[in-house]
């Protein structure tokens, strides 16, 4: 199942609304977990089962979608949001993660 | 607190071998099953391998089928992932990763990951 991230990058300030997007090529029900990486770092997980937020993850993160389109909202971004986001499919084996969309400062 | 502590990378030469060993601590290690991720310089993440808690299946991506083999010692709560027939593009660091839930293979603990460089 390839997972296709959209836009590749966004230039984006602190304080905006960013919606990141991630379509499956077919469907993957609601087993999609995001991620965000900052540079030097271990990936951390955002969002599992497309829309439910990991332990001690803010509210300004939430996710939503089904079968193949999947979306990524933060609310109003902060300075610490700014890194690369992939999301990452379980439905089926192999598992598979997006080319990733990267967040930079405008 | 959940720690994962990979090792065992360094500089290789094409065609070599290597094995990678996590540690792990701060949780029941038994009752998880556990995965290999790579990322090569620049690029995104790519998984590679997934071990079930009792090390009974295990699953691989097609990358890692015939050169790669994942096991597990859940005496020493270790995971390792040996890497054979090692090529340039398998350059990457790996990272080893916890999945919370039986069943839903997402990964809610990683280490700090290890550098593989394979170059002569």
């Known amino acids: 199942i390839v997972m296709t991230q959209s836009p590749a990058t966004l230039s984006v300030s602190p304080g905006d609304r960013v919606t990141l997007s991630c379509r499956a090529s077919q469907s993957v029900d609601n087993k999609v977990a995001w991620y965000h990486q900052k540079p030097g770092q271990a990936p951390k997980v955002l969002l599992y089962g497309a829309s439910a937020r990991a332990t001690d993850v803010p509210d300004r993160f939430s996710g939503s979608g089904s079968g193949t389109e999947f979306t990524l909202t933060i609310s109003s971004l902060r300075s610490e949001d700014f890194a690369v986001y992939y999301c990452?499919?379980?439905?089926?084996?192999?598992?598979?993660f997006g080319q990733g969309t990267r967040l930079e400062i405008k | 607190e959940v720690q994962l502590v990979e090792s065992g990378g360094g500089l290789v030469p094409p065609g070599g071998s290597l094995r990678l060993s996590c540690a792990a601590s701060g949780f029941t290690f038994s009752s998880h099953s556990m995965n290999w991720v790579r990322q090569g310089p620049g690029k995104g993440l790519e998984w590679i391998s997934s071990?079930?808690?009792?090390?009974?299946?295990?699953y691989y991506g097609d990358s890692a089928k015939g050169r790669f083999t994942t096991s597990r010692d859940n005496s020493k709560s270790s995971l390792y992932l040996h890497l054979n027939s090692l090529r340039a593009d398998d350059t990457a660091v790996y990272y080893c990763a916890r999945e919370l839930r039986l069943g839903a293979p997402y990964f809610d603990s990683w280490g700090q990951g290890t550098l593989v460089t394979v170059s002569s």
């Open positions: 071990i079930d808690s009792s090390g009974t299946y295990i």
């Open positions: 990452q499919q379980y439905s089926d084996w192999p598992l598979t």
